[in-house]
């Protein structure tokens, strides 16, 4: 079974760009959550989607940030303008919803560098 | 104060040794309590997860819930090169969201 697949696993872009990045959850899973981990801080919950419907979006740190799930398959992410504290590793994770949800599985990430 | 406390390390143990990992946490909402072992440039990987008070244990693993304290503790027995690794911490409070300790890093020397 194929896991949380993200990409690009590396993006370098200048202050103002914009940058999607990309999710693939494991087939059949209806939760989907976005992460992100900045220099020297904990990682921290972005959103929650259930299907294609936003259940949470609390972590959302301002409206530069638009995340989308088509669908109700793979998800991304849009960070319009990119400022240089967004910076960081933004992780996605998904889950079945007949399992308890902290059991979500993880991507490998993706680490976004605004220059 | 953070949500979920945990030193940052980094912690060296020779192989073979019994590796003890803790967080505290501040929330008394928190229901269960996992374990993610995270490798460099990977994702975090679960390792384990308990509901409420008491034991689980994994082969090597012990994880184990104080709630009357607020304290999280990974025990890693017959500690192996392979173990190294960051080890975070997390709490989940049946919302939509994991809320993570900063990560333990781990280093065991063979």
């Known amino acids: 079974e194929a896991g949380v697949t993200q990409f690009p696993s590396h993006s370098v872009i200048e202050k103002g760009q914009t940058v999607t990045l990309r999710c693939d959850p494991i087939?059949?899973?209806?939760?989907l959550y976005w992460y992100r981990r900045v220099m020297g801080k904990e990682i921290k919950f972005l959103l929650h989607?259930?299907?294609?419907?936003?259940?949470?979006e609390s972590g959302m740190p301002n409206n530069r940030f638009l995340a989308e799930r088509t669908g109700g398959t793979y998800s991304t992410l849009k960070v319009q303008p990119a400022e240089l504290e967004d910076s960081g590793v933004y992780f996605c994770?998904?889950?079945?919803?007949?399992?308890?949800?902290?059991?979500?599985?993880f991507g490998q990430g993706t680490r976004l560098t605004v220059v | 104060q953070k949500e979920v406390e945990q030193d940052p390390g980094p912690l060296s143990v020779p192989e073979g040794a019994i590796v003890s990992l803790n967080c505290t946490y501040s929330?008394?909402?928190?229901?269960?309590f996992m374990w993610y072992r995270q490798y460099s440039r990977k994702g975090p990987e679960l390792l384990m997860y308990?509901?409420?008070?008491g034991n689980k244990e994994d082969g090597r693993f012990t994880a184990q819930v104080d709630k009357s304290s607020k304290y999280i503790s990974l025990f890693i027995r017959d500690s192996q090169p392979s173990d190294s690794a960051t080890y975070l911490c997390?709490?989940?409070?049946?919302?939509?969201?994991?809320?993570f300790g900063g990560g333990t890093r781990l280093m065991v020397k063979p």
């Open positions: 994770a998904s889950s079945p919803d007949h399992r308890p949800r902290a059991e979500a599985f």
């Open positions: 989607f259930v299907k294609e419907s936003k259940q949470d």
């Open positions: 308990t509901y409420s008070s």
């Open positions: 087939s059949g899973h209806d939760n």
């Open positions: 997390a709490t989940w409070d049946a919302g939509n969201m994991l809320t």
């Open positions: 929330n008394s909402a928190f229901q269960y």
